[in-house]
T-cell receptor, first 113, second 113 residues
Framework: DAGVIQSPRHEVTEMGQEVTLRCKPI?????LFWYRQTMMRGLELLIY????????DSGMPEDRFSAKMPNASFSTLKIQPSEPRDSAVYFC???????????FGSGTRLTVV | GDSVTQMEGPVTLSEEAFLTINCTYT??????LFWYVQYPGEGLQLLLK?????DKGSNKGFEATYRKETTSFHLEKGSVQVSDSAVYFC????????????FGKGITLSVRP
C-alpha cells in the first residue's frame, strides 16, 4: 500500500492567491482528517470526513478555508485568498475507524509570502 | 470532553539513558490509547497502541501500559539512541463511526551521542 499521498510536498505562493492541497487516503479507509501544524499552535484538527461526509469542521479557522471529499479516494483543502499566517505544514490522515489509529501523509509545507 | 496531557518538554538525554515520557488522559469509558512519533520533516507515525486496560503496547524497544486506575499511558524505553530524536505525541480515540483522535501537545526528545 502506498500510504496516504499528499500533494504538493511544498507550496510557495503570494498573499491573496488561491491554494489547493490534495490528499489520497488509503484504499478502504472511511475516515479522512485534515490537520495543520505550526510551532505556535502545535497540531490542530481542521476538519474530518466519515464516508465522504464532513462530520466536524469546527477547526476550520475561517471562511477562507474550505474542504471537499467528492469520493472515497480524494480530498482537497482550499485556501482562498491565502495569507502569510496560513503558512504551516498541512497533514492529511485516514483511518478505518478512529480506534484503530490514523495513517498520516507526509504533509504539505505551505509558505505564503 | 476528552483530553490528553503530556509532560512539558523538551527532553534531552544522553545515548543509552532510560526514557520516560508521561501522558495522562481524561475521558469517559474505555478509549483506545496511542503514541505517535514524528521525525524531522516527516508526518506522524503510529508507534504503539493499547485498546483496553492493562494492555501493553510495544514497538522498537518502546513500551506503554494502559493504566485505567491512574488514567495514564506513559512511554518508556530502556536505552535510547540518537535515532530516537523526534517529537512524541500521546493520543486517545474511541472506536466506532465518526470517532477521531485527540492529541496531546507533543514533546521533543533530543538524544546526544
Amino acid at each position: 500500500d502506498a500510504g496516504v499521498i499528499q500533494s504538493p510536498r511544498h507550496e510557495v505562493t503570494e498573499m491573496g492567491q488561491e491554494v489547493t492541497l490534495r490528499c489520497k487516503p488509503i484504499s478502504g479507509h472511511n475516515s479522512l482528517f485534515w490537520y495543520r501544524q505550526t510551532m505556535m499552535r502545535g497540531l490542530e484538527l481542521l476538519i474530518y470526513f466519515n464516508n465522504n461526509v464532513p462530520i466536524d469542521d469546527s477547526g476550520m479557522p475561517e471562511d477562507r478555508f474550505s474542504a471537499k471529499m467528492p469520493n472515497a479516494s480524494f480530498s482537497t483543502l482550499k485556501i482562498q485568498p491565502s495569507e502569510p499566517r496560513d503558512s504551516a505544514v498541512y497533514f492529511c490522515a485516514s483511518s478505518l475507524e478512529g480506534g484503530y489509529g490514523y495513517t498520516f501523509g507526509s504533509g504539505t509545507r505551505l509558505t505564503v509570502v | 470532553g476528552d483530553s490528553v496531557t503530556q509532560m512539558e518538554g523538551p527532553v534531552t538525554l544522553s545515548e543509552e539513558a532510560f526514557l520516560t515520557i508521561n501522558c495522562t488522559y481524561t475521558a469517559t469509558g474505555y478509549p483506545s490509547l496511542f503514541w505517535y512519533v514524528q521525525y524531522p520533516g516527516e508526518g506522524l507515525q503510529l508507534l504503539l497502541k493499547a485498546t483496553k486496560a492493562d494492555d501493553k503496547g510495544s514497538n522498537k524497544g518502546f513500551e506503554a501500559t494502559y493504566r485505567k486506575e491512574t488514567t495514564s499511558f506513559h512511554l518508556e524505553k530502556g536505552s535510547v539512541q540518537v535515532s530516537d530524536s523526534a517529537v512524541y505525541f500521546c493520543a486517545l480515540s474511541r472506536t466506532g463511526a465518526n470517532s477521531k483522535l485527540t492529541f496531546g501537545k507533543g514533546i521533543t526528545l533530543s538524544v546526544r551521542p
